[in-house]
Structures are given as C-alpha cells and as structure tokens.
Nanobody, 126 residues
C-alpha cells in the first residue's frame, strides 16, 4: 500500500504559478505510473498529467500542455506538478495518484489508479 500526501496548494492570482508536491510513503518501490488529477466543485475528477517510473514517459491532458509540467524524484519519493500561467478555471482540488500493476498504455482513468492522496486545494483568483 502506498500512502500519498499532497502539498503546495493555495490562493494565487491569475497568471501566477504554483508547484504542487506529492510525498509517497509505504511500498514505493517501482511504482509504474504516477499522475495528477483535479476536481472542480460539482464536476468529475479529471486527468491532468502522468509520468512513468523512469520519467521517460510523460503525458498530459492536451489542453494543459505548455502550462503544466510533471516530474518525479524517485530518490525523494516525491511527485511534482509545476503550474504556470494559472487561470481561474484551474481552480480545483488537485489529487496525486499511483498506479501499480501492468499497463498496456499510460493510464489516464481514475479506475486505473489504486492509491490516492487527500488532495490540495488550488484557487486562482481573477
């Protein structure tokens, strides 16, 4: 079992930046994929970005490419999401997720991830 804890959220003005972190503990050896999701009030949880263990497979929700950057530091068991040029519609609860097992394609769906953090709130004011 992997325990995930997000941090780094907060209130930021439109156009600003934030870096989210997700610290993993427990059985963290060789987690095949990790990802960020977000959930706005009253909406479903949506995929933001994902990365494999070695960091050579990185993928994003298409509309977020160029503004968001995902990375991981396996030595620190930490996943990051650098967000720039933030907009009010980026306001959401941001979740870190880990996917174990085998995947024929990089996972993007919530059901493909078996460990979740509690989320960190990002609020972007206009």
């Amino acid at each position: 079992q992997v325990h995930l804890a997000e941090s780094g959220g907060g209130l930021v003005q439109a156009g600003g930046s934030l870096r989210l972190s997700c610290a993993a503990s427990g059985h963290t050896t060789n987690i095949p994929y990790m990802a960020w999701f977000r959930q706005a009030p009253g909406k479903e949880r949506k995929f933001v970005a994902g990365i494999n263990w070695s960091g050579d497979i990185i993928y994003y929700e298409d509309s977020l490419k160029g503004r968001f950057t995902i990375s991981r530091d396996n030595a620190k068991n930490t996943l990051y999401l650098q967000m720039s040029t933030l907009r009010p519609d980026d306001t959401a609860l941001y979740y870190c997720a880990a996917a174990g097992g085998l995947h024929f394609a990089p996972p993007r769906n919530t059901y493909e991830f078996n460990s979740w953090g509690q989320g960190t709130q990002v609020t972007v004011s206009s």
